[in-house]
């Protein structure tokens, strides 16, 4: 694996759906060659089979589906209808010529792909697959055994029953960006009880014993209109959809706690039914559900597995992974080494930049700066985070997936009590109720944690060991919803969410030594081995790429300082400062 990146990083456009023109160039690139020395082009769906069952859906449902019909039609027949001659167009364009020779293409299917990228970078010989997602062509969750290059499909369930459109439904009730805010549905849970699982249960879906589901779609709009649920849907929850950006009340942590739940049971009841049938041992999994890492977490938690592995980038983006995966072993006689950790190398994936980049950079925006020895720079750093300051961390290649890991990163102390809505308010300019993950030492991730296992992509939830938890008062207790932020729940209680749990990503020498140093340093220095590891950006933004746009985050926001390689700068010590918020609009919120 040589080289991987979405396009959003490089656009500054998130979830950008255009051809990844920037994207290609960069791997080209990292890898040293051209177009005209790769063998195939390989995309991560079926489009046909695509159109296949949105003609079938629009007509089961007609005549009420014809203004999303008419809405959809013009982008498949201009565009995604004709995507083989429209990527070879593209292809041929990144060479500068529009009618040159372009690698053969081939389009593996959607969980196909999902499944490959969960199961041939893992660290597992044999393994149980589990892809859910919103829907692909048809899939919208599947089930696989991989075991050496084969990889086996067992069974799915299709389009309209998706646990991920079910999850989506409620992101958009409760007011939250559909495709985006999925995570935000996940996190504001604890702050609510699960009061309509019986109701969710009773009218919205039906379980089987074994996992598999299917939805009342008399309460949803998904399948043929322009919203994700009906008016039936509103009456059965008492009110219409909360507004973006409106106050977030008691129902909608309740409507989250409950989803959240079912969730959870659709997943490990699906968990048991994958043991039981293969046998397996460990289990592997992909698609936006295998994001909810709350889930993840319960179902290792139970024992059904040894040990379960998340593809990081376990959405979309992943799928690309998965699509070159699927025709590397398709079309070659090479083994498959499974590595002893992973072959995701960290999810360090992306671009890096070398000091005369950055100088030249930092020169330009007539930044303050000092350039330090690596050792030194560390120590630096350690000292500053110690002191209470916030630090924006860049450095080395940038990772692939929603998650920031150590390289371009946003760090703080974690026993600040404070540094919670410090961080979110000041700096990422969202929501206060989102929680903040800790950055663990792998070795001494059970001294905080009850996890004994690396957890290095941020996809496992996981509680905070009890003797490390703060009584809370009576007063206390009685806090409801956003006012339970106002009570410290652990000596770490800045990465301790309201239920004691964490977002645990643990930090391996073997992949990322400079971040495995620092906080080595910091727990030299206060006996902790955790830092406050979140994104570096704010919120509607992508995740920082370059050197330039790592700098405008710093200036723009309340970060106290900026580490980018061996360069530091202090905010105290800069001349350009914005304080105009109207730059704000470069994003759109998500």
């Known amino acids: 694996m040589v080289a991987a990146a979405q396009e959003e990083r490089f656009t500054r456009k998130k979830h950008d759906p255009s051809f990844p023109a920037h994207a290609i160039r960069f791997c080209l690139a990292r890898a040293g060659i051209s177009l005209s020395d790769v063998s195939c082009v390989v995309f991560y769906d079926k489009p046909l089979v695509k159109f296949n069952r949105l003609l079938e859906t629009y007509l089961s449902y007609a005549p009420s589906g014809i203004r999303s019909f008419f809405a959809a039609m013009p982008v498949w027949m201009k565009e995604k209808l004709y995507i083989k001659h429209t990527l070879r167009q593209e292809l041929a364009q ?15 299917e959607h969980h196909q792909s999902h499944a490959a990228s ?3 970078p893992s660290p597992f010989d044999r393994a149980a697959v589990l892809c859910i997602d919103g829907v692909g062509e048809w899939a919208t969750t599947t089930a696989w055994l991989g075991d050496g290059k084969a990889l086996q499909a067992l069974w799915e369930i299709d389009f309209p029953h998706s646990l991920g459109l079910l999850y989506s439904a409620f992101t958009y009730y409760t007011g939250f960006k559909v495709n985006s805010g999925e995570y935000k549905v996940m996190g504001l849970a604890p702050y609510g009880d699960p009061k309509y699982v019986q109701l969710i249960y009773d009218e919205l879906i039906d379980i089987k014993p074994d996992g598999t589901f299917k939805l009342n779609m008399d309460y949803f709009n998904y399948c043929a209109g322009l919203t994700m649920t009906n008016s039936r849907f509103d009456r059965l929850f008492g009110g219409p959809p909360r507004l973006p950006e409106s106050q977030v009340t008691r129902r909608e942590m309740d409507l989250a706690a409950s989803i959240q739940v079912v969730t959870e049971e659709i997943v490990l009841r699906l ?27 319960k179902l290792l938690r139970t024992g059904l597995f040894d040990d379960i592995w998340v593809q ?31 072959a995701m190398q960290g999810a360090y994936l992306g671009p890096s930049f070398d000091a005369a980049e950055i100088r030249e950079v930092l020169e330009a925006e007539g930044a303050v700066f000092v350039e330090l020895e690596r050792d030194a720079l560390l120590e630096r750093v350690a000292t500053l985070l110690v002191g209470g300051h916030v630090v924006g961390w860049f450095r080395g290649r940038m990772e692939f997936g929603p998650r920031a890991l150590g390289a371009r990163s946003i760090l703080g102390d974690p026993r600040s009590p404070t540094m919670q809505s410090i961080m979110n308010l000041k700096i990422k300019y969202r929501e206060s109720f989102r929680p903040f993950a800790p950055a663990v030492l792998a070795d001494r991730v059970a001294d905080y944690f009850e996890h004994d296992r690396s957890s290095p992509y941020m996809l496992m939830v996981a509680p905070v ?9 009576a007063d206390q207790q009685s806090l409801f919803g956003i006012e339970r932020l106002k009570a410290p729940r652990s000596s770490l209680p800045a990465i301790t969410h309201v239920d004691y749990s964490a977002r645990i990503q643990t930090v391996h020498a073997e992949t990322n030594a400079d971040f495995h140093r620092l906080i080595r340093l ?3 220095k206060t006996g902790c081995g955790v830092l406050i590891n979140t994104s570096f950006n704010v919120r509607g933004e992508p995740i920082v790429c370059t050197p330039q746009q790592a700098f405008r985050c710093f200036i723009r926001t309340e970060m106290d300082c900026l580490a980018i390689e061996n360069f530091l700068l202090l905010k105290g010590e800069q001349t350009k400062v914005e304080s105009d918020r109207s730059w704000m609009n470069e994003f759109e919120v998500d």
């Open 522 to 524: 910091f727990e030299a």
């Open 94 to 108: 990144l060479n500068g010529q529009v009618d040159c020779p372009v690698p053969p293409l081939m389009f593996a």
């Open 118 to 120: 969960a199961f041939f």
């Open 312 to 342: 990081p980038a376990a959405g979309d983006a992943g799928g690309a992974l998965g699509a070159a995966l699927v025709a590397w072993f398709d079309r070659t006689d090479a083994p498959r080494t499974v590595a002893p950790r992973d």
């Open 465 to 473: 060991r009890e003797d490390l938890h703060v009584p809370l008062s």
């Open 271 to 297: 968990g048991r039914t994958l043991r039981t049938e293969t046998g397996a041992r460990h289990l592997c999994m992909a698609g936006g559900v295998a994001l909810n890492c709350v889930a993840n977490g």
